[in-house]
């Protein structure tokens, strides 16, 4: 299995923060990285898929870059609505393995 | 636009089977992968496995002895069955799908249905 790993396991920030969240695979993935917001209670929402491409109907604040083991996801200028828990996920082989998870709080 | 709903017991049985189903509606099953994660309590997602709209399946291996999916096309539901369950299998179930090519990821989901196992 493709091991992940996301740093860090919680963030505090400001609403206006530019936030960074990195995603670090076992093995070369290409792009096959895709990134999704949880809110209490809710399932899960795609945000980014294949390392940069932004979700339809997902704010330009949200961008992804990377590729092969190195990922990360920003946050331009976070709103009240962004504080929350963020996943990565590899898709390039099954078993499909997620991020341990960021919590991003208040500050 | 398309939606998922879960649906099943609640509650089951240590030693018995889980079985859950999912109704797809707004949009056809067929041409797409169909997965089922689960998410233990205040825990991360974990991938149970997927079914293709042929039938076709793939598992998570840490699961795969316990775990069967299947497809109904003709009621746009597919399903989830798994045998033996324990306390540690006690979670949040999500039903999503999967878009091969270009997004390579779930992008519709379930709201998710929670399943405690206890007797």
């Known amino acids: 299995d493709i091991q992940m790993t996301q740093s860090p396991s919680s963030l505090s920030a400001s609403v206006g923060d530019r936030v960074t969240i990195t995603c670090r695979t076992s093995?070369?993935?290409?792009?096959?990285l895709n990134w999704y917001q949880q809110k209490p209670g809710k399932a899960p929402n795609l945000l980014i898929y294949t390392a940069s491409r932004l979700q339809t109907g997902v704010p330009s604040r949200f961008s992804g870059s990377g590729s092969g083991t190195d990922f990360t996801l920003t946050i331009s200028s976070l709103q009240p609505e962004d504080f929350a828990t963020y996943y990565c996920q590899q898709s390039y082989s099954t078993p499909d393995t997620f991020g341990q998870g960021t919590k991003l709080e208040v500050k | 636009q398309v939606q998922l709903q879960e649906s099943g017991p609640g509650l089951v049985k240590p030693s018995e089977t889980l079985s859950l189903t999912c109704t797809v509606s707004?949009?056809?099953?067929?041409?797409?992968?169909w997965s089922w994660i689960r998410q233990p309590a205040g825990k991360g997602l974990e991938w149970i496995g997927r079914?293709?709209?042929?039938?076709?399946?793939n598992y998570n291996p840490s699961l795969k002895s316990r775990v069967t999916m299947s497809v109904d096309t003709s009621k746009n539901q597919f399903s989830l069955k798994l045998s033996s369950v324990t306390a540690a299998d006690t979670a949040v179930y999500y039903c999503?799908?999967?878009?091969?090519?270009?997004?390579?990821?779930?992008?519709?989901w379930g709201h998710g249905t929670m399943v405690t196992v206890s007797a």
């Open positions: 093995q070369s993935i290409s792009n096959y």
């Open positions: 999503a799908r999967f878009t091969l090519i270009v997004v390579d990821a779930f992008d519709i």
């Open positions: 707004g949009g056809s099953i067929s041409s797409y992968y």
């Open positions: 079914v293709f709209s042929d039938g076709s399946t």
